[in-house]
């Protein structure tokens, strides 16, 4: 559209945020405290809070499962429960945690909050399609649910057909239907996100004033809209086949089935980093607000996040190596994955060097940050061990896998998520938590997740497959640990959700600025008025204008 | 109901002639591909011929992109989202051939 | 941990030289790890002590340009990794390519058991008896949904397709017994579906498959009546219909109806095959199984209930004794 | 856009917009991000259809010769004019001719449900030819060549999800054009008309791509 459609007749020209006059004391969580107000609500930060606790809820029903996998592995012989059920429990963990958590996660929460308060709008741009999102994730939350109601899945999180469409006697339509609804749901959320960033920016806040947040959040919705409907596609194809006959992954009439695993990881292996990158912009927030230092190589860390939203299109493949694909593919696949290595290595070494000569204060949300740093080094490096051929000819489909994409996803994406909810806590309630709770917390998680998943990477290098319902004896030393750590790390989980809700009513109020972070997010009250900020927020001249810069050279201003 | 055209100005003719050029020629140049398609199709002149109708089906696509969607007239980022697409595509199937025609 | 549990090996047995060599592969990759890891927890760790907010530090900038910086640490972790693509790729080539002397084993894989055929025509299920000092190649497919053969002793997995072969192929050097899993998840018992794989000095093959590889045939063939015939449908554990066990069942005493007790003996097992609803009814299950006189011929009865009196519960949780 | 719009006619400013530049930039990036996932959510479907080739090409050319080609054809003919009217009505609502803009996109519409009856009327005769595998009462045609019946399969999903996005699109139309029949819609609205155009444009494009895909090349 060019300019030449905006001297349309009628629109109106009030300067400025007339609302601010509206009443000041209303900040977005008490400006109006009904039932329908918060369900009919297109403010973006009412629905950030009502993805927040749609999710905890998926994530408590996902933990919940994931305590039923650990508990059947304490003994070998699976003695304690049914193979059905231990099948169920890890589909039910999978798919939950996937789909109803890992991926609305960061983005439909922090990134709905946040993004229009960075860039200094009033909201995103399509704030009913915000809404309508949250309703399109319930009704496939719904979906899902009623399978799990009527006795559950046990086709695994990646539904791989034949067995999803022919053989499994368990509720697999509902689950898919549900997983495919909640595809539209992301593919809105990236949609609004795009658009927003590209459309809504304050005047003066260009691309390289932008914070990495909000970098990673455009790369995250990038893949959201790429890859999504490739995912929704395959899941319609195997509704039809399962559903009404209609298929064509059938080996029975020369389907081939790997076509749908081809289809399946050309979103799902992107979908990886749909979890990963906005945990890296949690990340990239966090640790220059508590070194009080400008991020290192502020735009290599832009670039790497688009980087690596367009190299994931490339590595699909690596999931497949010994699923029957050609040996071409294989050698292609495997080689691309290693430059997946390259952004992610600018972005470890970037957030170390910013600990560099910081001032560093070891808060809760930094030692999440630190915690995540470290985990996801191991996660990103295993990754290569799964990337090399001849390795994955031996650790594919072993608990080396398990591991490696727990250390991503839990020792990335929920340690980021959690340091992230801390960090933004006070902006998101007003109010403060309890610090020496939190920084126990951290630790205990810390420790309760390393001794849960490290000792699966030598189960993995020993040799016992994944999904395993009953296993071999020698195996059973490691499983008792890591089942011993689950529990550490439930408890670890236990103590935010009640310390957190406990500081809803009863912590110290929160100023606008606890960390004396910059952003613009920082700059309006805590919470945020209904609309985002009283008066137009100046925009900085430097992104992470922090007290401490280190001297970068000369066209490295950003 | 009246005709429509009966009551128009000389002026208002030449704004409908003007604005409805582009519409009307991108049409039947539409009509002419898909003919030649369609011809191709029915006959099957020689055993290459999808190679022609992929052809004539790509001159379509853009013609639909670039005059009825109007992405010329666009700014580079639409330009640019209107390609972005087809570009993934093109790495879906590609990366995906790599399996196949190998196999 | 009761003292007759296997210890836990810090390092799986390796039984062929690609095996060795993937292991390392792994050992190298591992240093590598170590060298990129390293560096970067004692950083974090000294810079969080050395620089915490209040100590005394010089936080003057160093004024090393960054942009070498930053190329340096994005292509050096790179090219030092690719150096394993090349390694691992070259290793995964060699184990695709089977060397056209190497002796082919068929491999079925079915929701829940693999079957496997020697050239000779012996045939066994779950397990795997092979000579070592001799390249074999396993023609493998599936009967339903996608299985995966795991040999963790030769470091090799591949898929078990519904409709098209795959190969794989090693040259074992060490005689043992190791374990033998399904690795792509297909279902209720796929943690059931494996065995083990014994690896012996060729003459002893040779006498395995004279003596107790003729005698698995026999079973073998009996557990193909046992699916022919459909007992497995709702015998086997998972069925919908949820019609008892006879894994195990045989010499085993069976509660009736009536109240006595029986022995599950070839007679007992050859009356409830061809009349299942006649007297000696056993306890506790509906009588719903079709009858079998005039539609089961005598030699392949024999079989079948040969089958039934091999035929155990499933091994699960059994140790593979490893025998180096 | 070549020329400007008309007196009278444009957009109003929704709160939270700054400019009504900057909600129709917005609106117009944002029904292109829309497109770019139905054209990957379609060539998923039109990859599926190319391997299927390439792994049975036989049956898939056997199961392609009892397509409907002519309806087919037809039908591409159908929606080019639509796109025609879509464009026009487009055009119409530029120059602020409300009258003409509602009667071009009451004739879209039309041809919109043309489409569909026509399409109902070739799997009408699919089902007579018994061409419709996945019913078990009626024996496929082509049950000796059973690699035909993924073909077939996929032809049916395919067509199946753009006949939902067409008769959506139907569906969005009448009753954008209740609304925009009211007076007043074009100094308030005109950009949904231009957003819309692009969105039923697009669908004619993927029936474009699907024609050749599904019924030409593979003959």
Redo the contacts between chains.
Sequence with gaps: MSATGSVGGTARREPHAPEATLGRKADYLHADSTLRSWFLTTDHKRIAILYLTSITGFFVIGAFAAGVVRLALIVPNGAIMTNDTYNKAFTIHGVVMVWFFLIPSIPATFGNFLIPLMIGAKDLAFPKLNLTSWYVFMSGAFFTLVSLVLGGVDTGWTFYAPLSTAFSNTWVLPALIGVTVVGFSSILTGLNFVVTIHTMRAPGMTWFKLPIFVWTHYATSLIFLLATPVITTALILLIMERGFHIGVFDPAYGGDPVLFQHLFWFYSHPAVYIMVLPGMGVISEIVPAFAQKKLFGYRFVAYASIGLASVTFFVWGHHMFINGQSDLASLVFSALSFAVAVPSAVKVYNWTATIHKGSLRLDTPMLYAMGYIGLFVLGGLTGLYLATLAINQHIHATYFVVAHFHYIMVGGTVLAFLGGLHFWWPKFTGRMYSEPWGRVSAVLIFIGFNVTFFPQFILGYLGMPRRYATYPVEFQLLNVLSSAGATILAAGYIFPMLYLVYSLWFGRKAPANPWNAKGLEWETGSPPPKHNFLSPPAVPRIPYDYPIQAQESQDQHG | MRNPLATLSADDRALLRRRLRTPVLTFLALLALLAVNVTLGATLPFAQVWIVELLVVAVMVSLILLVSMEVIHEPPLVRLFSGLGFFWVAIMVGMTLTDYLAR | ?TPN??????W?AAVSA??S??DL??LA?TVL?LL??VP??V??TY??LR????SE???????I???L??IS???I??LL??I??V???????T??NAPPDAMVIEAIGR?WMWKFQHPTGQAEINNLHLPIGQPIRLHIISQ???H?L?L?AV?????A????Y?DLWFKADKIGTY?L????????????MGGEVTFMNPGDYQDWLTHAGAQQGKVAAGRSLYEAYGCAGCHD??S?VKAPSLAGLYGSPVKLADGRTVTADETWLREKILNPNGDRLAEGTKQVMPSFAGRIPEDELGRLIDFLKSYTAPA?????QANP | MSEGLADGVGVARAGHFETVGQQRAAATLGIWAWLITELLLFSALFLVALITRILHPEATVAAAKHLKFWIGATNTVVLICSSLTMSMAIEFSRIGWQRAMVRAMLATAALGGLFLVLKGYEYYADWAEHMMPFLSSRPFALAETPPARLFVNLYYVATLLHAVHLFTGIALLLGMTWLAAKAGFLSRHQNWIEVYGLYWHFIDLVWILAFPILYVVNR
């Design positions: 941990m549990h296997a210890a836990l090996e810090l799986p690609t095996a060599e993937t592969l792994i990759f790890t990129l890891t970067v927890f950083a974090i810079f969080a620089y915490r907010e209040g530090a010089d936080r003057q900038p160093s004024g340009r960054s942009n910086i930053e640490w994005m292509l972790p790179f990794t690719l394993f693509f390694w691992g790729a070259r290793l995964y080539i184990s695709r929701q339903d949904v996608i995966a795991y963790p470091r090799l997995q591949i898929a397709l519904p409709d098209r795959t374990h899993y399904c690795s792509e998840y297909c279902g209720t018992d796929h943690s059931v554990p998972g919908a699960s949780g059994k140790a593979a």
